[in-house]
Structure formats: C-alpha cells, structure tokens
C-alpha cells in the first residue's frame, strides 16, 4: 500500500514536466499527448489531462488554438508559450539534480 502511494505521487510530480516537454515539440492535440505519454508508459486519462492543461494555460505557460477537423467539430491545439519555454528550462534543471541525487543515493545499495 505504501509503494503504491508513493509510486502514485511520484508520478504525479513529473506529469506537468511530462506534458511540457511534449508539448514544446511543437502543436498538439490533447489525444496526441496521451498517446505520447502511454509511449512513455505514463498512463493519464482524459479526466486527468484537461484539468492539468487547463491549470497551465491559466498559469501562461500554454496556448491554444482551434483548428477544424475533417473527422468532426474543430480541435483545440496546444502550444508552449515563451513563459512556459522558460519554466521547462527550470524543470529541466531541477530534473537532472533529482536523477543525480536518486543515483547517488542508490549507489552502493545491495
């Protein structure tokens, strides 16, 4: 029960990174990023992403846009804003000193 718990909010932590990361490649499409992320066997559901790309579009670090579709009615597309460019950056800092104090703290562990 406690590994699960853990491994849950672990996973949770890295989701916005995750998403960021995704999404500066370029444009995207809210089904495109869960298909990313079962990629990355990050398992989300709809119900956890758009609330998640909600917060950080209110926060500027997304945009969208509406694009139509040939499949049905238009489609919201996201981009990194400039802002959000500039948190990844930060995130991408703070993940290397995570990975580094994870390794080393394993190291030498039976």
Request: include cysteine; glycine fraction near 8%; hydrophobic fraction near 35%.
């Amino acid at each position: 029960m406690i590994a699960e718990n853990t491994q849950t909010q672990m996973r949770k932590g890295i989701l916005e990174y995750c998403i960021l990361s995704i999404i500066s490649r370029g444009e995207i499409y809210a089904s495109d990023i869960i298909g990313e992320l079962k990629k990355a066997q990050l398992l989300i559901v709809e119900g956890t992403l758009y609330p998640l790309l909600t917060r950080l579009k209110n926060n500027g670090l997304l945009s969208y846009n509406w694009q139509e579709s040939t499949s049905g009615p238009p489609r919201k597309y996201y981009q990194i804003t400039d802002e959000g460019r500039e948190v990844l950056s930060r995130l991408d800092i703070t993940w290397k000193e995570l990975v580094f104090a994870v390794e080393t703290s394993l190291q030498g562990r039976n």
